[in-house]
């Protein structure tokens, strides 16, 4: 599944080498050793990654490359992604109803550009009602 944190979009607890140290928390990327993290108020936070428990090292690592190919295979498209706000850009692409399901998950997302695409009204309706806080421009 896709996410803006793109590979999982799922909040979890995230724990350090110690056990001390827990959040409640969706993955946002892997980059230079440094896993970056969303809460519940939308805030990132950076941890790195050799301080996190083993298990949560093996996923952040399989995330970081689920979220690389994603973005790779969006680009391909001619998509483009930025950061701030956590968005998607998709217009002038051949995107269809079909590939909106695969943004489902993207929870993190607070915006996707449609214009110039092969999207329906009604692909959009669905995609707003499982992305309720994201705005969809089409």
Do not use: Y
Not at 4 to 15: C, K, N, P, Q
Not at 31 to 51: F, Y
Not at 76 to 93: A, I, Q, V, Y
Not at 113 to 136: F, H, M, R, S, Y
Request: charged letters at 25%; hydrophobic letters at 40%; glycine letters at 10%.
């Amino acid at each position: 599944m896709l996410t803006l944190g793109i590979a999982s979009g799922e909040v979890r607890t995230w724990t350090d080498t110690t056990g001390k140290f827990k959040v409640e928390a969706e993955f946002v990327s892997l980059e230079d050793g440094q896993v970056t993290l969303r809460g519940a108020t939308n805030k990132t936070k950076q941890i790195p990654l050799d301080k996190l428990s083993a298990a949560d090292k093996v996923l952040a690592v399989e995330l970081g490359k689920a979220r690389d190919e994603s973005i790779a295979a969006i680009e391909k498209l001619g998509g483009r992604f930025s950061s701030d706000p956590p968005g998607l850009h998709l217009e002038n692409t051949k995107v269809t109803d079909a590939g909106l399901e695969h943004l489902e998950g993207m929870t993190g997302m607070t915006l996707l550009t449609l214009g110039d695409t092969l999207v329906t009204n009604t692909g959009v309706e669905k995609l707003q009602a499982a992305l309720p806080k994201c705005k969809i421009m089409h």
